[in-house]
């Protein structure tokens, strides 16, 4: 059983930058992915990206790429979302997600979420 936190949301204007933070608490195997997932009012969730802990391959979506940045710490505790050059497109719930990679279309293992909100 993994319970995930996260922190760092809140609101900024267009072109302002955030950072996220995901912090596990269980067993992290070797095997797992860590990422985000995010989701606007009346939308779908968006997987936004993610990264294997065992040797650090990363996924960043198209439409965050070149923007966003994952990354984790060496202990494969905590996961983190730099996010820069927001744009009011961003504007979602934000969640953290953990679980086997083969599994990342639809992990097991979510945070509560964090509000991202972008004005332009």
């Known amino acids: 059983q993994v319970q995930l936190a996260e922190s760092g949301g809140g609101s900024v204007q267009a072109g302002g930058s955030l950072r996220l933070s995901c912090t596990a608490s269980?067993?992290?195997?070797?095997?797992?992915?860590m990422g985000w997932f995010r989701q606007a009012p009346g939308k779908g969730r968006d997987a936004v990206a993610h990264?294997?802990?065992?040797?650090?391959?990363?996924f960043v979506a198209d439409a965050v790429k070149g923007r966003f940045t994952i990354s984790q710490d060496n202990a494969w505790a905590n996961s983190y979302l730099q996010m820069n050059s927001l744009k009011p497109e961003d504007t979602a719930m934000y969640y953290c997600?953990?679980?086997?990679?083969?599994?990342?279309?639809?992990?097991?293992?979510w945070g509560q979420g964090t509000q991202v909100t972008v004005s332009s």
């Open positions: 269980g067993t992290i195997y070797r095997n797992y992915c």
């Open positions: 997600a953990v679980d086997q990679c083969s599994r990342w279309s639809n992990p097991n293992y």
């Open positions: 990264i294997a802990v065992g040797d650090r391959t990363t």
